[in-house]
């Protein structure tokens, strides 16, 4: 069932992030970045065709049987939205992200959000969107994430940048709150566990797996479970 996207819901979760306790990371050889977790309303059924050249995003990546990388009749109700990064770039290319990148010198954690998401999405909030923010997430490729929690105030209009977005999604929560959500793998790699957030067709890893899981776990749920000591797969840590 699809959530209502309402004041009821962007009062719980402002008051749940107030009351958390957030766990933070200090560690001067790593970059600081932030994401966006933008809050949206959608409507069910309008995701229904996959707006990304999905055979060539995937490029030859092993896939689960019993999944296919299209993320569709995801929408509904209360939503965030989730961008598939464009192939060219020179890190993480094609992989599912938030709207995010790194601070530049003076900047807030969320200024740096609300810029990359006017840069990246084309969407222009201003910091009245804030609703809180979630834990620090260290990535293997050198970075501390910063997720920030921003209420959209309706639909919103995403102008994806070419250079840098394939396509946004909007992805209802109730999406991560599905029953096979989430998995947990290991890897010869790590001794820590691989989270996957099951979205649509596709499964979606750390660090983005990692923060879409605490927005269940804290926001919706009311869950303090840590996700920071939840593992990346080895092809995001290049």
Request: some cysteine.
């Amino acid at each position: 069932m699809t959530l209502g996207y309402d004041d009821v819901l962007r009062d719980r979760i402002a008051q749940r992030l107030g009351q958390h306790t957030r766990r933070t990371v200090t560690d001067p050889s790593k970059r600081h970045a932030a994401v966006a977790v933008v809050l949206v309303d959608s409507v069910v059924g309008e995701d229904r065709v996959d707006p990304a050249p999905v055979d060539d995003w995937i490029a030859g990546r092993p896939m689960p049987e019993d999944l296919d990388g299209r993320m569709v009749d995801v929408s509904g109700g209360a939503a965030f939205l989730l961008c598939r990064r464009a192939s060219r770039l020179s890190s993480h290319s094609a992989q599912w992200a938030l709207p995010g990148g790194r601070l530049d010198p003076g900047e807030t954690v969320v200024e740096a959000a609300l810029r990359e998401l006017d840069e990246e999405v084309g969407v222009r909030l201003s910091e009245s969107a804030l609703l809180g923010l979630l834990d620090d997430y260290s990535t293997r490729s050198g970075y501390v994430i910063t997720p920030v929690v921003l209420w959209g105030g309706g639909r919103l209009d995403p102008r994806p940048a070419p250079d840098e977005v394939v396509a946004v999604y909007r992805v209802g929560l109730h999406q991560l709150l599905r029953e096979d959500s989430p998995r947990f793998i290991t890897i010869p790699e790590s001794p820590r566990p691989v989270v996957q957030v099951p979205l649509g067709n596709d499964l979606i890893h750390a660090p983005t797996g990692a923060v879409l899981l605490q927005l269940r776990w804290l926001c919706l749920e009311g869950r303090d479970d840590p996700v920071n000591e939840l593992e990346q797969p080895v092809f995001a840590w290049r």
